[in-house]
């Protein structure tokens, strides 16, 4: 498995923002890395609300009777981060693109 710092994962890492503005339908290769970072950036959110849930959780089970006070910060976090965290995919916007003009 490659490291973060490896080229192996800098090869793979896509090179294009996780949106389509710019991108010509017609040129399959740079469609698919915008399909790609959208898809990885949905999985990022994803990922960073489970981490967050998992360090509220222990954070519960440490402070027992005091975890309203003691990590309402975290539950916040959580909350914010729930909104957003589901992975949808890139058809919607894909079909549903307009363009900035």
């Known amino acids: 498995m490659p490291t973060p710092e ?3 994962f800098l090869a793979k890492k896509p090179k294009v923002p996780p949106t389509f503005d710019g991108v010509d339908y017609d040129d399959t290769p740079r469609l ?3 399909q790609d970072a959208i898809i990885r950036e949905q999985w990022v959110k994803s990922m960073m609300a ?3 849930r998992e360090e509220l959780g ?3 089970y ?8 003691k990590c309402g910060a975290l539950r916040e976090r ?5 909104k957003e965290s589901k ?9 549903n693109y307009v363009p900035k003009e």
Do not use: D, P, T, W
């Not at 959580?78 to 729930?82: A, G, T, V």
């Open 6 to 8: 490896s080229e192996a």
């Open 32 to 34: 698919k890395q915008a």
């Open 50 to 52: 489970r981490l967050v």
């Open 58 to 60: 222990k954070c519960y």
């Open 62 to 69: 440490r402070e027992g009777v005091n975890h309203l006070e």
């Open 78 to 82: 959580y909350f914010e981060l729930l």
């Open 87 to 95: 992975v949808k995919g890139y058809l919607f916007q894909q079909q």
